[in-house]
């Protein structure tokens, strides 16, 4: 099992950029793929990008192609989400998520980091 801790969420301006961590620990992460989600109120949960436990294939929702990056440091155990261009819909609690594949499932989670964009 893997423990994940997500900081770096905070308030921003519209076209604003933030970079969120996630922290993991246990001795699987390296070995995990690893998926940032979201989830705005009256929103269900949704799947922003995920990569492989090598970095070697990642995957974004269409929602956030080209303006958000998933990326991890093994050596550190940790995922990041650098965002760019946001906007007042990308305003959500961001999770971080490990499993066995990029494609799910996803049995551990972060408590959360709240995102708020604004106009």
């Known amino acids: 099992q893997v423990q994940l801790v997500e900081s770096g969420g905070g308030l921003v301006q519209a076209g604003d950029s933030l970079r969120l961590s996630c922290a993991a620990s246990?001795?699987?992460?390296?070995?995990?793929?690893m998926g940032w989600f979201r989830q705005a109120p009256g929103k269900g949960r949704e799947l922003l990008a995920s990569?492989?436990?090598?970095?070697?294939?990642?995957r974004y929702a269409d929602s956030v192609k080209g303006r958000f990056a998933i990326s991890r440091d093994n050596a550190k155990n940790t995922v990041y989400l650098q965002m760019n261009r946001l906007k007042p819909e990308d305003t959500a609690v961001y999770y971080c998520?490990?499993?066995?594949?990029?494609?799910?499932?996803?049995?551990?989670w972060g408590q959360g980091t709240q995102v708020t964009v604004s106009s």
């Open positions: 246990g001795s699987t992460f390296s070995r995990s793929a």
């Open positions: 998520a490990a499993g066995p594949t990029p494609a799910g499932p996803f049995p551990s």
């Open positions: 990569i492989t436990w090598s970095g070697d294939s990642i």
